[in-house]
C-alpha cells in the first residue's frame, strides 16, 4: 500500500479524516523535549524506576532490530510514569571498538570523525521515533569525560589488588601487526589479512574476576527475573567443577622434570587412558625441543593455530611423540605414551591432559590418527562392557566397566574413590576448578580507553596519579602502517615517570571494549564532573529495574558488568552487588539475505570464493527469478536470518517511518510476534499497524459513535485497563495490542454516550506507551488538560473485575446436554427452574418426572430421571 497524501483522506473511498503523523510526530517530538518531559528527577520522592536497554554501537544506521528494541523499553518506561514512578530512560553510545578503526584504514577518515558523525545521525534517527529517552544524560565512551572515569576506576582496581599484568598466549597477525580477538580469526587466518594467525606471548593485562567466581555462581540463584537459560549460560561459563589433580611418574625422566602434573575432572576414567599430552609451550616440550629440530618445527606449527577454543576443537588434532612415557598411577607396569599435542593449551589446567579415546571425541580423533587403544570404561549397563566405540566418543551416563576396582559403580562414586586413594597415596588431591578465567583486557589498538599506566625502567609499573587523569588518547594519529598508532606516536608515549621524574613510556595498550559497557549504567545513574558517579545518587537507581537486550549478549557482557559491579562493591564504591534485577532478551528482526559469489585475493595472493552480499535495495525480483539491479547476475536468495549489516540484510526504519508515521513502525514491532520470539519483517504487517492507528484515531474523534448495541462496556474498559496493565508488566506487549484490537472492535460497535465517551478517553491512555504521538494529538483534540505523557494510568474498579454471572452445566443422569447462563449468586431454586425449562432437557425427559434434581450453585445442575 502506497499512503498518499498525508494531509488528506487514507486510500480512496476511505473517510476523509486521518492521523497525519507526518505532522504530528516533529511537533510533539519537539515539545517533549522543550519541556523536558522524560528527563530523570534525582531529588523525586516518586517511587524510582530505571529501565535499560543494553546502548547500541554507532554503526551510523539503525535497524529494525533497533528498534524492537527500544520501543520495548519505550512501552515499559512510558507505562511505569503513568503509574506513579519516576523514571530513569537514558541513551548513550558503545563508541569504541574495531569497526572505526577498520573504517579509518578502508575509508581514510579518523576513527573519532567517524564515530561522533555516526552518532549525530543515529541520534537524529532515534528522535524520529519519539522515545521517551532522557537525552541530557546522554554519554558516548569514546569521550574523555567518560573514559577518563573509566581509567579512575581502573586505578582504583589496581590499588586494591584486582589488576595484574603477565605473560599470556595471544592471536598474533603477522601482517597487520596486532593482536586478533578469537572471533577475528577465522579457518586459521586473520580475518583482515588473510594471513596465517600466530600464537604469541605478549604482556597483558588482566582483571581477576576469578576471586569473584563463587559468588559470581551464587548471585545467579537469585536472579529471578532473569531467563533461566541465560542463568543457565552464565553457570557453564562460570563452570564449577570437582576433580582430580594428579601427577604421573615419567619412566625415563628429564633432568628437572621427574613427573608431569595434570588435572581431570573426570578421574573415574583413568583406566580408560591411552596417552598423555603437553602443550607445545608446556616445560617439557621446551626441553626436548632444545635437541630436535623436527619437534621445534612441529611446534612452530602448533604456534599457528589461535587460542580460541572453538578453532582449537575443530582443528585437525595433530601429535607429536616424545618418546617419554608415564606411568599410570594404579599400575607402576602400566606406561602411557606421552605427545607434544596442537590440541593442548597452556592457558588451560597445568598444560597437560591423559587421553581417554572411547569417552572425548577430540581424543579419539586422536587416538585413531595414531593408532592409540581405544577402551570404553562406562556403560549403560555391565553386561555392554564390550559394545565397541565407533567414530563417535560415548559420552552417555552409564556404570563403569572394565576399570578394576572400580567396575559397578557410578560416575559420580568412581570419582570419589579415585581422588580418595589418590590422597591417601599422597599422589594426587581433589580440586575444585573453575572454567572461568581471568579477564585479559589489553588490546593492541588505537580506538579504545588508554590504560593509565607508566612504565619506567627504575619504577616499574606506575599507576598515573588521579590528578593527570584523564590520559586522553591523541587524535594526531595515522593507519597508514600496520599496527596499533600509538607504538609510533612521536610524543604521546614518551612521558616523564610520576614516581621518579625520569624518562618513562606510556602504556600503549588499551582497554577492551567490553570494560566500558561493564559499568556504563552507573554513570547513567550518577554523572559529577569530579568522580565516576556519586555513590548515593547512584544507589537511587540500581540496580536497573529492567534490563533489555540481545541473548548474544548473555554470557561475557552480563557476566563482565557483575564482576566489576561487585568489585566496586567490595573495594567500597558502591553498597550494590547485582547490576541488573530484570533482565528480558528480545527475539531478533529478520528477513531473508541475498547474495551472489565472488573472487577475491587476499594480500598473501591467494584466491578465494566468497559471497557478496546484497541489501533488500540492491535486488529486483522477476518471473524469473530475483537479480542485482546494477549488474543483472542472478541473486541466491538465502534463508530468513537475524537483521546483521555484515549481510546486509537490513531495513531502514526511516522510509518506513516517513511513509506510515513512528507510531505504526513502533505498533508493529510490538504486535505481530511474542517479544522473546524472532518477528519476520512483513511489508503487510506494517500496513496493517498503520490501519490500526487510523482506526483508534477515528474512534477518539469528539461525538464519534458506531453502529450498534455496546452491552457492558463499562465492565470490558475496566477488564482492558488491568489486562493491558497486565500485559505490559510481563513484557507481553503482543497480548496488550491484541487486548486493544477487542476493545476497538467493541468500541466501533458502541453507540454514543457517556460510557462510549469515557471508554474514548480511555483508550487514548491505554495507547499511549505504544503510539504516543497518536494519544498526545488525539488528546489535545479532546482538549483534555496537559500532555498524555503525563497523565495517569486509568484507575481500574475491583468490582468490575469479577464476573457476576457464571456458565452453568446441566446434565441428565450425569451426561452434559446444555449448559445456561445465570447469575453468579443464584440460589439452588433458580437454578433448578432454569435447568427444567431448558428445551434440551424437555427434549432428553421425554414427559419423564425426574427422581432427583442435585444442584451445585455456580456449577452445575444434574438431573435424574
Known amino acids: 500500500m502506497t499512503i498518499e497524501g498525508q494531509t488528506t483522506g487514507g486510500p480512496q473511498g476511505s473517510a476523509p479524516v486521518r492521523f497525519n503523523a507526518l505532522d504530528a510526530d516533529p511537533r510533539w517530538q519537539v515539545i517533549w523535549a522543550e519541556r523536558g518531559t522524560f528527563e530523570a528527577d534525582d531529588a523525586s520522592p516518586k517511587p524510582k524506576s530505571y529501565v ?59 576513527p573519532g570523525a567517524w564515530t561522533r558523525a555516526n552518532i549525530a545521525d543515529m541520534r537524529t534517527q532515534l528522535k524520529r521515533l519519539g522515545f521517551a529517552l532522557d537525552w541530557s544524560r546522554e554519554l558516548a565512551t569514546c569521550e574523555p569525560d567518560y573514559y577518563g572515569q573509566e581509567q579512575a576506576l581502573f586505578l582504583d582496581l589496581f590499588a586494591h589488588g584486582l589488576v595484574y599484568r603477565k605473560e599470556s598466549a595471544v592471536n598474533w597477525d603477522p601482517v597487520d601487526h596486532t593482536v586478533l580477538a578469537n572471533e ?32 559470581l555462581l551464587a548471585g ?4 529471578d527475573q532473569w531467563p533461566a537459560k541465560v ?17 604421573f611418574d615419567i619412566s625415563d625422566p628429564l633432568p628437572g622434570h621427574e613427573t608431569l602434573e595434570v588435572f581431570t575432572t573426570r578421574p573415574d576414567t583413568i583406566f580408560g587412558a591411552s596417552f598423555a599430552a603437553i602443550a607445545a609451550d608446556h616445560p617439557i616440550a621446551q626441553a626436548l625441543a632444545a635437541n630436535d629440530p623436527a619437534l621445534v618445527d612441529f611446534i612452530a606449527a602448533c604456534k599457528r593455530t589461535g587460542t580460541a577454543a572453538a578453532e582449537v576443537e575443530t582443528a585437525e588434532k595433530l601429535g607429536f611423540d616424545t618418546g617419554l612415557r608415564v606411568v599410570h598411577p594404579f599400575d607402576p607396569d602400566w606406561t602411557l605414551p606421552l605427545f607434544v599435542a596442537n590440541f593442548v593449551l597452556m592457558e588451560y589446567g597445568t598444560g597437560a591432559v591423559f587421553g581417554v579415546p572411547a569417552h572425548d571425541q577430540r581424543d579419539l580423533d586422536f587416538a585413531r590418527k595414531y593408532q592409540l587403544p581405544v577402551t570404553r570404561v562406562v556403560a549403560a549397563s555391565a553386561d555392554l562392557a564390550d559394545a565397541p566405540v565407533g567414530d563417535e566418543a560415548d559420552s552417555a551416563p552409564g556404570v563403569l566397566v572394565q576399570s578394576r576396582f572400580l567396575d559397578g559403580m557410578t560416575v559420580e562414586a568412581g570419582k570419589a574413590e579415585v581422588i580418595a586413594r589418590a590422597e591417601a597415596s599422597c599422589w594426587g588431591e581433589g580440586t575444585t576448578v573453575w572454567r572461568l578465567r581471568d579477564w585479559g ?19 616499574g609499573v ?3 596519579p588521579t590528578e593527570q587523569l584523564p590520559v586522553v588518547l591523541p587524535e594526531d594519529v595515522t593507519f597508514d602502517v600496520p599496527g596499533n598508532p600509538l607504538d609510533r606516536h612521536p610524543t604521546w608515549k614518551h612521558v616523564d615517570c610520576p614516581a621518579c621524574g625520569a624518562p618513562a613510556r606510556r602504556e600503549t595498550d588499551t582497554l577492551d571494549t567490553f570494560v566500558d559497557s561493564s559499568w556504563y549504567f552507573i554513570r547513567f545513574a550518577s554523572q559529577p564532573d569530579d568522580k565516576p558517579f556519586d555513590k548515593a545518587v547512584a544507589e537511587q537507581w540500581l540496580p536497573v529495574g529492567q534490563y533489555i537486550g540481545g541473548v548474544e ?143 483508534v484515531w477515528r474512534l477518539t474523534e469528539p461525538g464519534a459513535a458506531g453502529d450498534g448495541a455496546a452491552p457492558k462496556l463499562e465492565r470490558l474498559r475496566h477488564r482492558t485497563i488491568q489486562g493491558i496493565a497486565d500485559d505490559i508488566d510481563a513484557l507481553q506487549f503482543n497480548k496488550a495490542v491484541a487486548k486493544l484490537f477487542s476493545f476497538v472492535a467493541a468500541l466501533e460497535k458502541a453507540p454514543a454516550g457517556p460510557d462510549r465517551a469515557r471508554a474514548a478517553e480511555t483508550l487514548i491512555l491505554l495507547v499511549a506507551p505504544m503510539v504516543p504521538h497518536l494519544a498526545e494529538e488525539a488528546w489535545a483534540r479532546l482538549g483534555r488538560d496537559g500532555l498524555v505523557a503525563d497523565a495517569a494510568w486509568p484507575a481500574v474498579d ?49 414427559g419423564a418426572t425426574p427422581r432427583k434434581i442435585v444442584v451445585v450453585p455456580g456449577r452445575l445442575v444434574n438431573i435424574v430421571a
Open 52 to 110: 535499560l536497554e543494553m546502548f547500541p554501537y554507532p554503526s551510523g544506521r539503525i535497524h529494525m532490530g533497533h528498534v524492537r528494541n527500544y520501543t520495548m523499553g519505550d512501552v515499559l518506561a512510558r507505562y511505569r510514569r503513568m503509574t506513579g514512578h519516576e523514571v530513569l530512560h537514558p541513551m548513550g553510545w558503545d563508541a569504541f571498538g574495531m569497526p572505526a578503526e577498520n573504517a579509518a584504514m578502508e575509508k581514510g577518515v579518523h
Open 441 to 459: 583486557v589489553s588490546r593492541q589498538r588505537y580506538w579504545g580507553t588508554p590504560i593509565p599506566i607508566v612504565h619506567c625502567d627504575a619504577c
Open 553 to 695: 549478549h548473555a554470557i561475557l557482557h552480563l557476566l563482565y558488568a557483575r564482576f566489576w559491579t561487585r568489585a566496586l562493591n567490595r573495594i567500597g564504591r558502591l553498597d550494590v552487588a547485582e547490576p541488573f534485577a530484570g533482565l528480558f532478551t528480545q527475539g531478533m528482526v529478520t528477513h531473508e539475505t541475498y547474495s551472489r559469489t565472488v573472487e577475491e585475493r587476499t594480500e598473501t595472493g591467494e584466491v578465494l570464493t566468497v559471497p557478496k552480499w546484497l541489501s533488500p535495495d540492491d535486488i529486483e525480483r522477476r518471473d524469473e527469478g530475483v537479480f542485482e539491479t546494477a549488474t543483472g547476475l542472478a541473486v541466491t536468495v538465502g534463508r530468513v536470518e537475524k537483521m546483521s549489516k555484515s549481510k546486509k540484510n537490513t531495513i531502514d526504519p526511516g522510509p518506513i517511518v516517513d511513509q506510515y508515521g513512528a507510531d505504526a513502525v513502533r505498533w508493529f514491532m510490538l504486535s505481530d510476534s511474542p517479544p522473546e520470539r524472532d518477528l519476520p519483517w512483513s511489508e503487510a504487517g506494517i500496513e496493517g499497524a498503520w490501519r490500526l492507528v487510523q482506526r
Open 798 to 846: 475491583p468490582a468490575m473485575l469479577v464476573d457476576d454471572q457464571v456458565t452453568i452445566a446441566v446434565q441428565v443422569n450425569g451426561k452434559l446436554r446444555d449448559t445456561l447462563t445465570a447469575a453468579k449468586d443464584a440460589d439452588k431454586g433458580a437454578l433448578e427452574a432454569m435447568a427444567m425449562a431448558s428445551e434440551k432437557v424437555i427434549r432428553v425427559l421425554d
Open 220 to 223: 545467579l540463584g537469585d536472579l
Open 184 to 215: 577475528q580469526v577465522i579457518d586459521g587466518r586473520g580475518w583482515r589479512s588473510g594471513a596465517l594467525v600466530e600464537r604469541r606471548k605478549l604482556s597483558q593485562w588482566f582483571l581477576r574476576i576469578t576471586d569473584f567466581a563463587d559468588d
Open 231 to 247: 542463568r543457565t549460560m552464565q553457570e557453564n561459563w562460570i563452570g564449577k567443577s570437582r576433580g582430580l589433580k594428579f601427577r
Open 462 to 464: 606506575v599507576p598515573v
